[in-house]
């Protein structure tokens, strides 16, 4: 089963403009991991953040949890065409395997 | 090394023979993990392995599905008697073996089942 849920299912932006999705999940974690997928290909690992974290940041990539509210957030400034791709959360908790969500389809257009 | 190797990228098989891929991890990595991806929707997993040792399996991996790591390092996935319900892409992913490490992921095997 999936546990995360991305919001909005599509994003559309201009070049230079940020993307904001979200992700909701259900139960206590311990992680949350943000991913980027290509059409088709693999998935790229983008940062992980703690429970215990409530921001971080990897260039232009920034990531905040709120564990109350069980959501956390990716922000994309200053977005390129090469950004266009789905992007993926995933929870991690007690158990071993991690759960992803649906997935904020993003295109960017140049 | 250069992370993690599916192989192979596309399989296309008909239905009723069995397929087997084939995942190698990135070299330190004692974690191991299956997904399966349809069109649309994200990853859903399958099963783990904690080197050698198979410790999870999805209620979604039936008794066609089997997975194994001999020795801890490359892990194979094989399917019998495939089913058209079998098309998705299969995707490994690699961890270390502690608490809130990343989990790096191959490119993916595309199966299409005719």
């Known amino acids: 089963s999936q546990q995360g849920e991305e919001d909005p299912q599509a994003l559309s932006i201009q070049e230079g403009e940020n993307a904001t999705m979200n992700c909701s999940y259900k139960?206590?974690?311990?992680?949350l991991q943000w991913y980027r997928q290509n059409s088709g290909r693999g998935l790229v690992h983008l940062i992980l953040?703690?429970?215990?974290?409530r921001e971080k940041h990897s260039g232009r990539l920034r990531v905040t949890l709120d564990t109350s509210k069980k959501s956390s957030s990716l922000l994309i400034t200053a977005s390129r065409a090469a950004d266009t791709a789905s992007y993926f959360c995933?929870?991690?908790?007690?158990?071993?395997?991690?759960?992803f969500g649906t997935g904020t389809s993003l295109t960017v257009i140049p | 090394d250069t992370g993690v190797s599916q192989n192979p990228r596309h399989k296309i098989t008909k239905r009723g023979q069995n397929v087997t891929f084939r995942c190698d991890p990135i070299?330190?990595?004692?974690?191991l993990y299956w997904y399966r991806q349809t069109l649309g929707q994200g990853p859903e997993f399958l099963t783990y392995?904690?080197?050698?040792?198979?410790?999870?399996k999805s209620r979604l991996l039936s008794d066609r599905f089997s997975a194994e790591r001999p020795k801890g390092s490359f892990s194979t996935l094989e399917i019998q008697r495939t089913e058209q319900g079998d098309s998705a892409m299969y995707l490994c992913?690699?961890?270390?073996?502690?608490?809130?490490?990343?989990?790096?992921f191959g490119q993916g095997t595309r199966l299409t089942v005719v």
């Open positions: 392995f904690q080197n050698e040792a198979q410790l999870e």
């Open positions: 139960t206590s974690i311990n992680n």
């Open positions: 953040i703690r429970s215990n974290e």
């Open positions: 992913a690699s961890s270390l073996g502690q608490i809130n490490t990343e989990a790096f």
């Open positions: 070299s330190e990595h004692n974690r």
């Open positions: 995933a929870t991690g908790s007690t158990g071993n395997q991690f759960y």
